[in-house]
């Protein structure tokens, strides 16, 4: 799941890198509309599962990792659901933290369409 909450996080500063560097309005407004609910989404897996877990020493400065910021949008999304994919094939998360990264995964494959669409 730490590889989860470091991917979300870096999705949130590729997007705003995009948004940055957008040349065009459109551009603009979808890199911000990427953004969207990203802090919800880290701050309910850092509750959910992290601080319920009581495993919230996990989220370190170490969360945030630049290696999986990029400027392939796109890619970034679907490693976000892979990830999730892998966590799941575990067996080991509770019912209730399946349906979180599920609602998760649900989220990302919206912004996974809206990328497609530039």
């Known amino acids: 799941m730490l590889e989860l909450i470091q991917r979300i996080i870096a999705f949130k500063y590729s997007a705003k890198l995009a948004h940055w560097q957008s040349t065009g309005y459109a551009h603009h407004l979808l890199c911000d509309r990427l953004q969207e609910g990203?802090?919800?989404?880290?701050?309910?897996?850092?509750?959910?599962?992290?601080m319920a877990g009581k495993q919230a020493g996990a989220l370190s400065a170490a969360v945030l990792e630049p290696k999986y910021i990029t400027v392939d949008l796109a890619a970034a999304i679907k490693d976000i659901l892979a990830t999730i994919d892998r966590e799941i094939a575990t067996g080991k998360l509770s019912e209730g933290i399946t349906s979180l990264v599920t609602d998760i995964a649900s989220q990302f494959l919206g912004k996974l369409a809206l990328v497609d669409l530039k």
């Open 38 to 50: 990203i802090d919800d989404i880290v701050d309910d897996v850092a509750e959910q599962y992290f």
